[in-house]
């Protein structure tokens, strides 16, 4: 099945240490978003690839970068993760039009000690 | 800015009965409506997906209708069950691939 695939699952890191969060697609879709929720809040969009065209929203923190390599991959960076990043890392995907809606990875959930 | 807003936060009914959610938002300029299900610690599952230019969508139990002039979406759930329990989102998909989602209903159903 095709599908969106988030790795890993949990991850716990230190105060400070970096971090890297990894989602993979095999839908082909040409957009690929990573969103950040925390406990019983909506999830709120970092950034999104247009393709290889990075969209950063005008809030997301200097803290977190993003790459796309190629079409199937996309890494979530943390540079200093804090204990405020703590949270529920979604992984999403869409066609150019979105008329198909967005398709979501199992998330990854991150843990600063 | 687009917000949405959902009603209730939370439910519980007892199993077997029929259910809305609400969700409204604020500006009529969307792409389409798209709703999720999120079990605890997981990810999101879509349910239903309408267009802006639908008014409703049906899977099974589920229906979700949708009406863009007045800014509103309702979720109904049929007989509803045990296995329903979870959190409903609901997300707009504005023009420029931006989905701006609901705080969500926690829904819990009791057997």
């Known amino acids: 099945d095709a599908m969106v695939i988030q790795n890993p699952r949990y991850q716990v890191t230190q105060f400070g240490k970096p971090v890297t969060l990894s989602c993979s697609q095999t839908?082909?879709?040409?957009?690929m978003y990573w969103y950040q929720q925390k406990s019983s809040q909506a999830p709120k969009l970092l950034f999104h690839?247009?393709?290889?065209?990075?969209?950063n929203e005008a809030d997301t923190p200097d803290n977190f970068q993003s790459r796309r390599p190629n079409t199937s991959f996309c890494f979530l960076d943390i540079r200093s993760p804090g204990l405020g990043d703590a949270a529920m890392y979604l992984c999403?995907?869409?066609?150019?039009?979105?008329?198909?809606?967005?398709?979501f990875g199992s998330g990854t959930r991150l843990t600063v000690v | 800015k687009q917000e949405v807003t959902q009603i209730p936060a939370a439910l519980s009914v007892p199993e077997g009965e029929n259910l809305v959610l609400n969700c409204s938002f604020t500006?009529?300029?969307?792409?389409?409506l798209q709703w999720f299900r999120q079990d605890p610690g997981k990810g999101l599952t879509s349910l239903l997906l309408?267009?802006?230019?639908?008014r409703e969508q049906t899977s099974g139990r589920l229906n979700a209708s949708l009406d863009k002039s007045s800014g509103r979406s309702t979720l109904y759930i049929a007989a509803s069950q045990p296995g329903d329990s979870a959190t409903y989102l609901c997300?707009?998909?504005?023009?420029?691939?931006?989905?701006?989602f609901g705080a969500g209903t926690i829904l819990r159903v009791k057997s």
């Open positions: 500006d009529s300029a969307i792409y389409n």
């Open positions: 997300a707009v998909r504005e023009y420029g691939n931006k989905l701006v």
């Open positions: 309408i267009q802006s230019s639908q």
């Open positions: 999403a995907t869409s066609t150019r039009t979105g008329v198909d809606g967005y398709t």
């Open positions: 690839y247009y393709d290889k065209d990075f969209n």
């Open positions: 839908l082909n879709h040409n957009v």
